[in-house]
């Protein structure tokens, strides 16, 4: 092992003897930094993300499954974003990159990231390309230190062991070139000098390391290449005390084994180089390769902010919500943000999304989920001075949109719980393979029509087995939310995202037959002039809407009041709930759902 200290190393290609110089053949690629000058402080501000901030992309999720994980790549250091030569991303020791088949111009970082690209291990399987980081920050001369921040040893330091001047001699002959060394560890030739082996031994406690299954997949040869460099042995000062450590170079990366640290295994531990760190930090992040006005989908609920990071929230956003990239990028805090735009009917707006937030892959035609705020921000403003007294959901059928506020509390679902009771009643006699008789066709239309209570309870306890009828079939047709009452159905409780479903299921008519489905919807389409508040008060003339309203003292003789519908105008359609509770007064109440749905009408008719 070269030992670093305070004394200077002379390092060249050839070993000196008198006056005759003796040339080394390298043969390990050690050659190329002969020589070499260049030095590159570390002037790149880039700030480490925050612990669980990111995760592997699933552009990546396959082969960093098949190769080692964390282990071999560290955690991840960005978000995967789109080059010139295609998706990449970077970890604390490596990165990855997927190619595109048309790659564009080079110049800068990314010509840096085409030689790479070039000298990379790529994986069959996924053509997926590790980078060898290592080479770009031996060739940049990098000042970022070894082994800590209070480390003297930097990437300079190592590209002069790579000297191949200084490869020793193979062992006694008669021994292979990987025959164990007793006090070397393995050889592994890296050249010849003057028509000898030459090359650079592997420590038992490295070559072990890398000829694990999870650290070097596809063979020690492959992953990690030839070694460049001589254990190297350096102590650093840290928080805790001296450390102890070992650092070798390979072809395409480096590893470093801390002697004061021990792993799981009781044995010193062992990690690669932080060289995706290192290289961000160095050169910097190749730019990102986006297109104006191209789209892009949210992967979660997230804030859309007024700028990076510590902006304000302008909006809420879903998963499969779509947005439009306006072209420029910012790296923040250690996060990719997007610079996008959103449309809603009659509204949108701009603002900035993170990296890990967004994908790229359309979701085709699956519906996509938004906070009220991207549809009306003057509307959600209302309804959070509201609080959590109110909660409405609206389905923008004609463009697969959910704008939703407190859509997953509960509320006294009151009359509009005639419409569930209805949809059991059918599901059951469908199961008894007949219609509904004279007598139960005059109860299901006073029921829905004219709400009357007692045509609901005959058909509720006589009909359908009361509240356990109503759970069957809630759970049979997969729509969770509604918690039906044993004794008392108007107080069965709801959530308004509930509601939404179960009316998008019969206006798709995935639920009930054609026959049972156009009863249904005919009956709350005609629902009489003085309980047609809300969502039948709020849609213009020539609207089809099927509806029901609801409205009931709640045991504090605070009031809950709501309406649920589906309005249908020309082209366009959707399917709203809006409920409240706690209110002083009906009127109050009903004031409340009329405002959220006649807001609602004018942005969707």
Known sequence: MVMFGSSALLYSGCVFRGTNAVITNASNGANQWVGESKVTAPDFDFSVPEAQALSVSPLFERYTQSHGGTISLGAPLTAAFPTDQGWLQFFASGALLLPVSQ?????????????????GVKDTDTGIVRLPLLQA???????VPIGGDKSHFTYINLRKATNPGLMLAAPAAGQTATASVSGKGIFVKGGTRAGQDVGHFIPQPFWSYVNRSDVSPDGWKTDFGLPLTEALSLSVTKDDGVHHLLVQAFERDGLVLDQGTVGASGQPQIQRLDTGTDYVHTIGLPAVAISAKQAIWALEDTALLSAPSAGQAVAHVGQNFPLILLGDTKWDTGMLWYHIQWAAPKGGGDGWVPANAITFT?????????????????LATYLAGIGNNAGAVVYDVSRQRYYAYNDGAQFIVASSMKVPIMLTFFDTIEQQGREPDDDEMNLLTTMIENSDNDSASALFFDKIGGATGIANYMQKIGVSGLNPSDDAWGYSTITPQTMVNLLTLLQEGKILTSHDRDISLNLMEHIESDQRFGVGDSVPDGATVAMKDGWVPGPDDQWAVNSSGIVTLGQETYIISVYTMESASLEDGQGIVQHVCDTVASLLT
């Open 137 to 143: 920050l031996l060739t940049a001369g990098s000042q």
């Open 103 to 119: 790659q564009g111009h080079t110049q800068g970082n990314e010509a840096s990231l085409v030689a790479l690209s070039k000298h």
């Open 362 to 378: 359309s979701p085709g035609n699956a519906p996509s989920q938004a906070s009220m705020d991207a549809l009306s921000p003057t």
